[in-house]
């Protein structure tokens, strides 16, 4: 069964930092890219970030590019997205996806492509 799981979700003041993880099981890891996407309240889902887990070759969308980081450690078949100096305006649900590649739109927006599983997303609050 393939499965992945979100956690590291919670609430953080603006500037803050959290860091997301992804653990994945069920399939062959590397032979996969894990993408992070967020659904904020009353917007359309949004890529935000993903990793070719073969290669290590990594993705940004403008608005978190030089913020978050995603990283993966592969002996434990886990992504992570470090997010530093958090803003109101990341306030979502998160989530991870596997997907047979990723790519960026002429927007700047990480896409996924081909076959893609996903988790079940963690809640990110960021307010004071």
């Known amino acids: 069964e393939v499965k992945l799981v979100e956690s590291g979700g919670g609430l953080v003041q603006p500037g803050g930092s959290l860091r997301l993880s992804c653990a994945a099981s069920?399939?062959?890891?590397?032979?996969?890219?894990i993408g992070w996407f967020r659904r904020a309240p009353g917007k359309m889902r949004e890529g935000i970030s993903c990793?070719?887990?073969?290669?290590?070759?990594?993705y940004y969308s403008d608005s978190v590019r030089g913020r978050f980081t995603i990283s993966s450690e592969n002996g434990k078949n886990t992504v992570y997205l470090q997010m530093n100096n958090l803003k109101p305006e990341d306030t979502a649900v998160y989530y991870c996806?596997?997907?047979?590649?990723?790519?960026?739109?002429?927007?700047?927006?990480?896409?996924?492509?081909?076959?893609?599983?996903w988790g079940k997303g963690t809640l990110v609050t960021v307010s004071s």
């Open positions: 996806a596997a997907h047979t590649g990723c790519t960026l739109t002429s927007g700047n927006e990480v896409l996924g492509y081909g076959e893609d599983y």
């Open positions: 069920g399939f062959s890891f590397d032979d996969y890219a």
């Open positions: 990793m070719s887990v073969s290669d290590g070759r990594t």
